[in-house]
T-cell receptor, first 114, second 115 residues
């Protein structure tokens, strides 16, 4: 069955510290991978996407993610977290033959300590 | 360019009633997808429309339906509301028809509360 797992429900980091949010997927076809961020009361904003090619992808707001096929992982990283990064982060997987249907992980809530 | 617009932002309904939610996609986007977000189930795909045709459907009962108009605007309808239908309903648009390679752009959602 297709699934996305985000093992960490809640993470707290200090401002200025590095961040890594984990994402593992199970998907039969060649996956398209996404990270979205959601602030309270808002919709989802696309941070970055991976379709093919270079396994390290850069996104907005200084985020990057690395696709590791052997580990079925697509972890999100940021070298220095800002207080404004506090939000919920969702990893998602899709495929061309699935159109707009994405499978989302349960999300990781990020808190940032001053 | 204006983003995805969902109306209304908040809605309170009573069990047994029906509700219609509206979504206006980004100009030029022809695909509209709907998602339900709840604390327990997370984000779940409802359905997708492209060029007025339903292209994909999630595992929701027939009480959930949708449609798309020729201007790509979309509506979703939930009939015979149940308490468990309380959720944030998110609409997303994309250029289409490239499938997942055309990323989704989400609206801010409609918060439906069923009492």
């Amino acid at each position: 069955a297709q699934s996305v797992t985000q093992p960490d429900i809640h993470i707290t980091v200090s401002e200025g510290a590095s961040l890594e949010l984990r994402c593992n997927y199970s998907y039969g076809a060649t996956p398209y991978l996404f990270w979205y961020v959601q602030s309270p009361g808002q919709g989802l904003q696309l941070l970055l996407k991976y379709f093919s090619g270079d396994t390290l992808v850069q996104g907005i707001k200084g985020f990057e993610a690395e696709f590791k096929r052997s580990q079925s992982s697509f972890n999100l990283r940021k070298p220095s977290v800002h207080w404004s990064d506090a939000a919920e982060y969702f990893c998602a997987v899709g495929a061309d033959n699935q159109g707009g249907k994405l499978i989302f992980g349960q999300g990781t809530e990020l808190s940032v300590k001053p | 360019k204006a983003g995805v617009t969902q109306t209304p932002r908040y809605l309170i309904k009573t069990r047994g009633q029906q509700v219609t939610l509206s979504c206006s996609p980004i100009s030029g986007h022809r695909s509209v997808s709907w998602y339900q977000q709840t604390p327990g189930q997370g984000l779940q795909f409802l359905f997708e429309y492209f060029s007025e045709t339903q292209r994909n459907k999630g595992n929701f009962p027939g009480r959930f339906s949708g449609r798309q108009f020729s201007n790509s605007r979309s509506e979703m309808n939930v009939s015979t509301l149940e308490l468990g239908d309380s959720a944030l309903y998110l609409c997303a648009s994309s250029l289409g028809p490239q499938g997942a390679s055309s990323p989704l752009h989400f609206g801010n959602g409609t918060r439906l509360t069923v009492t």
